[in-house]
């Protein structure tokens, strides 16, 4: 059970979090600082330093988050698909296109794209190690041929998974060959769902 002082630490944390989200919509990565984060969450800037010395760490703590409330999304939208084939192929399309489709991101590459580039790729570790996890944990079990999957064959389909998906993502923000959701789910079922199921 958390104490009240752990409590309100988690709220400060969340607000500080909401408040970066709203500065970078607002200004973009590069106008934004922690002093503007810190007076729109309405604390000292000195108590988003003591958690996040440095301003890289607090974006990527924020795209985790995001990417947790991404990864809960997409398991609501596909709790009523039975076909483990098409939810591997839906998860991957609603996962792709919400990083693509991202009005932060679209911008921030448009306007800076070696910036946006090195968050996604050097700053984006927690984010891909948290991908793996959700993926791997939602395919252990399956049976693609002779056995289900175990633990270890599972994590490894995962992390190609998410690796292919991490590459068309970067690949894809300069050409944007996608015009929609449906189109992803499409180029998914050609490229990706022989990964899982090629034994069929």
Do not use: C
């Not at 580039?117 to 991908?131: C, E, G, Y």
């Not at 894809?172 to 998914?188: C, D, K, M, Y």
């Amino acid at each position: 059970m958390k104490t009240p002082s752990a409590s309100r630490a988690e709220r400060t944390g969340q607000k500080i979090l909401d408040a970066a989200m709203s500065s970078l919509l607002a200004k973009g990565l590069k106008r934004t600082s922690i002093e503007a984060i810190a007076a729109l969450a309405g604390v000292s800037h000195m108590t988003v330093y003591r958690r996040w010395p440095h301003k890289e760490d607090l974006f990527s703590d924020l795209l985790s988050r995001e990417a947790d409330e991404l990864f809960a999304r997409v398991d609501r939208e596909l709790a009523g698909t039975g076909d483990p084939r098409e939810r591997l192929i839906e998860g991957f399309a609603a996962i792709f296109w919400s990083f693509y489709d991202h009005p932060l991101l679209a911008r921030e590459y448009a306007a800076d794209p070696a910036t946006t580039l090195r968050v996604l790729t050097v700053s984006s570790a927690p984010v891909f190690d948290r991908a793996v996890d959700y993926l791997a944990a939602r395919v252990v079990g399956l049976t693609t041929g002779d056995a289900p999957l175990g633990d270890d064959e599972a994590r490894r389909v995962a992390e190609v998974m998410v690796r292919i998906t991490h590459s068309l993502l970067l690949t894809t923000l300069e050409t944007r060959p996608f015009a929609n959701r449906a189109e992803v789910g499409a180029w998914g079922r050609e490229h990706v769902g022989w990964i899982l199921f090629s034994a069929d």
